[in-house]
């Protein structure tokens, strides 16, 4: 591996993740690297035009010729591309919420959504990462998992005080997962929501992706969370093996 390049490629990967511009020094720390070779890391990378630097405070962050290119890969990303009709139909069908996630490492990747007018207070964006502990989507990958131990430990030391999830809860809903095909969340990245998923499968059966429809728990209840389990089932079964396409 050339380690030049890896280490330009986690200096911005730090800056797109960043919440605010970073000084020198708090990138030096967050990727542990000396402060001269981040410098230079940074030099070139504000000469190729992926990040700039605040002339007032002498922050750096992640241009938009960064997000420019982010836009242009998930444009034509095969799994977005194949099943982002499904989305507008599942949509049409609920009126909620609807999203499309991927796995990545211990986290989900949100690929798509199609939100109604009336939309949750926090829809997460396209490209936003979240624990798989805290999402329905996620708790769909880590029922698939052999181990999923390690993520859902993660997951909870990220994110723990005001969430009500335990590893041995957690473990417990996957089992009901495995048996429905669906899971089902309440609250996760917004308290009083409920969210519902169901898998997308590849070649070897295992969720390359998962399409999620989530409301306000007073919505997502009764007659209508029946209906919404039943389309996503039907949804996910005529998506089919996504290696048949």
């Given amino acids: 591996m050339d380690t030049t390049v890896a280490k330009g490629f986690a200096v911005l990967e730090v800056l797109a993740r960043a919440k605010r511009p970073m000084r020198l020094s708090a990138l030096t720390e967050a990727l542990g690297l000396q402060k001269s070779n981040v410098h230079r890391l940074l030099s070139t990378l504000i000469e190729l035009g992926y990040v700039e630097k605040d ?33 507008q139909k599942l949509h049409q069908q609920t009126q909620d919420t609807v999203l499309l996630a ?5 986290e989900v990747l949100f690929l798509d959504r199609v939100a109604p007018a009336r939309a949750l207070r926090y829809t997460p964006m396209n490209g936003t990462r979240a624990p798989m502990t805290l999402t329905a989507a996620g708790r769909v990958f ?97 998506i089919g093996v996504l290696g048949d396409r």
């Fill in 102 to 106: 991927a796995p990545v490492g211990h």
């Fill in 142 to 238: 880590l029922s698939a998992m052999s181990d999923p131990a390690p993520a859902i430990a993660k997951g909870l030391a990220e994110h723990p005080a005001d969430r009500d999830f335990s590893p041995e809860s957690v473990l417990a809903e996957l089992a009901e997962v495995r048996a429905s095909g669906l899971a089902v969340l309440d609250g996760g990245l917004l308290p009083g929501s409920r969210s519902v998923s169901a898998p997308i499968e590849g070649p070897d059966g295992a969720p390359v992706g998962a399409i999620s429809v989530s409301a306000m728990e007073g919505r997502m209840s009764g007659a209508h969370l029946r209906e919404v389990s039943e389309a996503l089932l039907a949804i996910s079964n005529e």
């Fill in 55 to 87: 002339a007032e405070t002498s922050r750096y962050f992640a241009s938009l010729k960064a997000w420019e290119l982010g836009v242009a890969i998930i444009s034509t990303n095969s799994l977005r591309r194949t099943v982002s009709p499904y989305l």
